[in-house]
């Protein structure tokens, strides 16, 4: 058993199934939020019972969120210590920025909003979840701002005395942090996950008001709500959508200046060429393809460059140059480390493998337009007061919404990180130089079945609240009034 394989094992695993509640955190908290505005400034009971309803289901799945991502840090301990060593002044500033300013202040704001609904006049308590929401934007920020570094390193220096990778002052923490990539990444995961929340809203709503059709004893207002929600969430899916698309294209044009092993695998594309490939398959030690059939020309607008280069093409430079970007550049700290690197570690092979790589980027985009077309559809039967019948194609439909945009912008994050192999930072350290030396195969295969078990039994519990409250509907709300009595102790009003 290769220790490597299995650290890569457990933390793609991990690292996958804590990126399924990041999305849904980082937009229901802003939809949250303008759920409660409109009710503040309306007072109809509506939309406070919106307001509670996803809030709930916010919360669980922020919960959720917190308990899985600790994992993460454990693991550059426990499995990549090399990496921590190598990377540690780099890579720990922007996460230790998400956690003194972007978590406390996500995590302080939240329990106010949470405990505050008797204890804060209506604005402030409304702030609250809008400094909540600001703060899950800054965390993603943050976090982006790290994995970014790892894709291109800039503002970074090489310090040959202590071996290890520095910020290369002021001026390398602001180019960390106006990192090329970080800017097209940022808001292409902030409109994906509006597709993913946008979907949630409008795929419960839209299942509950099916529910209620033809049925009396559910009340009017209840079907009102549902029905003005399902638009809602629509809306908010399709425009989110609509964003993502476009700032894919800005994000993919970024990726062939900086990571042309990247859209190649992606492509698979073994010659220089400016042709999207339409099917693709590799032969077996993927030198090759068996199968390849392209559009003319296409690539070419989507890259931003009249040809990419090809995989043979990127494998004869290196050989001969060591890592670059499309245009024959690197960064401080690659062009300062190539000599070690081709020391320590020759006969990389630079390319990412082509059928994960290639796969990914087409699911992504294959689950994300699939989910958005469910919410066109949705507004389509729901039109001038249409209501749906309840049906098991109906409920599999409103189910799929959010599920295939959460699906398409996690193959999205495995495209971004497969894409990246054999590099843990691209053009300076190799995936196998960042292993604990100390971590045997055993110790981190027992670990990945802990954690696997773990992370099975939080699935059910997740799973079960999650589907619990979504059945139970709306709840019912009296009009939340300040307590005069500074000594009445603070209720949870979830």
């Known amino acids: 058993m290769d220790p490597v394989a299995i650290a890569r094992w457990q933390f793609g695993i991990t690292t996958v199934y804590h990126f399924l509640f990041v999305p849904i955190t980082i937009a229901m908290s802003m939809l949250v939020a303008v759920l409660q505005t409109i009710w503040v400034r309306t007072g109809k009971e509506q939309y406070l019972r919106l307001t509670k309803f996803f809030g709930k289901l ?21 499995n990549w210590s090399e990496y921590s ?22 995590s302080t704001f939240l329990g106010l909003w949470i405990f505050g609904w008797d204890k804060l006049p209506r604005k402030i308590h409304l702030a609250c979840i809008y400094a909540a929401a600001i703060g899950t934007l800054l965390s993603s920020t943050f976090i982006l701002a790290a994995n970014s570094w790892m894709q291109n390193p800039v503002g970074t220096r090489f310090n040959a005395e202590l071996g290890r990778a520095e910020i290369a002052g002021l001026d390398g923490f602001l180019a960390i942090m106006t990192n090329p990539l970080l800017r097209s990444a940022t808001p292409h995961i902030v409109f994906a996950s509006y597709m993913v929340a946008g979907g949630l809203i409008a795929g419960i709503s839209a299942w509950h008001l099916a529910r209620a059709n033809g049925l009396a004893e559910v009340p009017e207002a209840d079907v009102k709500a549902y029905r ?12 989110g959508s609509a964003f993502t698309f476009l ?51 296409v690539l070419s ?21 060591g890592y670059s970007k499309q245009d024959g550049s690197r960064t401080e700290i690659q062009a300062e480390y190539a000599p070690e690197l081709a020391n320590r570690y020759g006969g990389i092979n630079p390319i990412p493998d082509v059928n994960a790589t290639y796969w990914s980027f087409r699911l992504m985009m294959v689950f994300g337009g699939a989910g958005m077309l469910i919410g066109v559809l949705l507004l389509w039967v729901t039109r001038k007061g249409r209501s749906p019948k309840p049906s098991r194609l109906w409920t599999t439909l409103m189910a799929a919404m ?28 190799p995936t196998e130089a960042g292993i604990s030396p100390t971590a045997s195969a055993g110790d ?5 079945i802990v954690y696997t078990l773990l992370y099975g039994l939080l699935a059910v519990i997740e799973v079960g609240l999650f589907l619990h409250y979504t059945v139970k509907g709306l709840p019912e709300v009296t009009d939340p009034k300040v307590s005069e009595d500074p000594d009445a102790p603070m209720s949870f009003a979830y």
Do not use: C
Request: avoid cysteine; aromatic fraction near 14%; charge should be negative.
């Open 228 to 239: 003005w929600a399902t638009k809602f969430g629509a809306w908010v899916l399709i425009a």
């Open 247 to 297: 700032t894919g294209d800005a994000q993919a044009k970024d990726i062939t200046k900086l990571q042309p092993s990247k859209i190649a695998a992606a492509e698979g594309a073994f010659e220089d060429t400016g042709d999207f490939s339409l099917l693709t398959i590799p032969n077996a030690d993927q030198t090759g393809t068996v199968i390849d059939i392209k559009i003319p020309g």
């Open 85 to 106: 060593r190598f990377v540690g002044d780099v890579f720990g500033a922007p996460l230790a920025l998400e956690a003194l300013i972007a978590f406390f202040l996500e």
């Open 444 to 448: 981190v295969l027992f670990s990945l």
């Open 402 to 429: 959010p599920l295939l945009p959460l699906f398409g912008i996690s193959f999205g994050w495995i495209f971004t990180e497969m894409g990246r192999q054999p590099w843990l930072v691209a053009g300076v350290m």
């Open 301 to 321: 607008f989507i890259a931003g460059v009249p040809q990419i280069k090809g995989i043979d093409t990127i494998r004869e430079q290196y050989a001969e140059h």
């Open 58 to 78: 916010f919360l669980i799945n922020f919960a959720l969120g917190v308990v899985t991502g600790i994992v993460q840090e454990f693991q550059f301990g426990m």
